[in-house]
């Protein structure tokens, strides 16, 4: 049986528990750069009390100017591939992780929906990026993309993201630090 508070807790929020466990255990830090969930992971983060010992800020990025101006998102990929794409989410994982000084940066961008997919970029479809800052000079930083498709209404796919992304920082911290 459910928790009857459950429809009052954002997405994620057991994971995000789980996830803050984890980075205060790692003295970890983190901050997100957000596009189609509009500042929903970083809702779920803060959701969770303490949360100030590892979570920095979440940037909403919606528009091109603010990919370029906040994170260093660069032109030419923008003009390639679009704003919904690997190589832009691979940015905003690493371009938030670098300006906010953190562990750990999560880039966020998709096509929630109910307009504005293609066929190469049908509604539901989310770049996720996750970029890990290792020690100075031991050439460990790295970042992560990984592709999903979700279902649903805008609703459903916001949430299924942070849901994702949420799992996606969770196993690479588990993996760096060997868990």
Same mark, same amino acid.
């Given at each position: 049986?459910?928790?009857?508070?459950?429809?009052?807790?954002?997405?994620?929020?057991?994971?995000?528990?789980?996830?803050?466990?984890?980075?205060?255990?790692?003295?970890?830090?983190?901050?997100?750069?957000?596009?189609?969930?509009?500042?929903?992971?970083?809702?779920?983060?803060?959701?969770?009390?303490?949360?100030?010992?590892?979570?920095?800020?979440?940037?909403?990025?919606?528009?091109?100017?603010?990919?370029?101006?906040?994170?260093?998102?660069?032109? #030419?990929?923008?003009?390639?591939?679009?704003? =919904? &794409?690997?190589?832009?989410?691979?940015?905003?994982? *690493?371009? !938030? $992780?670098?300006?906010?000084?953190?562990?750990?940066?999560?880039?966020?961008?998709?096509?929630?929906?109910?307009?504005?997919?293609?066929?190469?970029?049908?509604?539901?479809?989310?770049?996720?990026?996750?970029?890990?800052?290792?020690?100075? #000079?031991?050439?460990?930083?790295?970042?992560? =993309? &990984?592709?999903?498709?979700?279902?649903?209404?805008? *609703?459903? !796919? $916001?949430?299924?993201?942070?849901?994702?992304?949420?799992?996606?920082?969770?196993?690479?911290?588990?993996?760096?630090?060997?868990?």
């Amino acid at each position: 049986m459910s928790d009857p508070d459950d429809s009052t807790k954002p997405p994620g929020a057991t994971l995000a528990a789980e996830l803050g466990d984890q980075l205060r255990e790692q003295d970890a830090t983190i901050a997100t750069a957000e596009s189609c969930t509009g500042g929903l992971m970083g809702a779920a983060l803060t959701a969770v009390p303490g949360s100030s010992d590892y979570f920095d800020r979440a940037l909403v990025t919606y528009a091109y100017d603010a990919k370029r101006q906040l994170l260093g998102v660069n032109r #030419e990929d923008l003009d390639d591939h679009g704003a =919904v &794409s690997e190589p832009v989410a691979r940015q905003m994982a *690493s371009g !938030v $992780r670098d300006t906010a000084d953190v562990t750990w940066g999560v880039g966020i961008t998709g096509v929630a929906g109910p307009g504005g997919g293609t066929e190469e970029t049908p509604v539901g479809t989310v770049y996720l990026g996750v970029a890990y800052a290792g020690p100075w #000079e031991t050439n460990e930083s790295y970042t992560t =993309v &990984s592709r999903y498709e979700f279902e649903g209404d805008r *609703s459903a !796919v $916001r949430s299924a993201t942070v849901q994702q992304a949420l799992e996606d920082v969770l196993a690479e911290l588990r993996l760096v630090s060997g868990l």
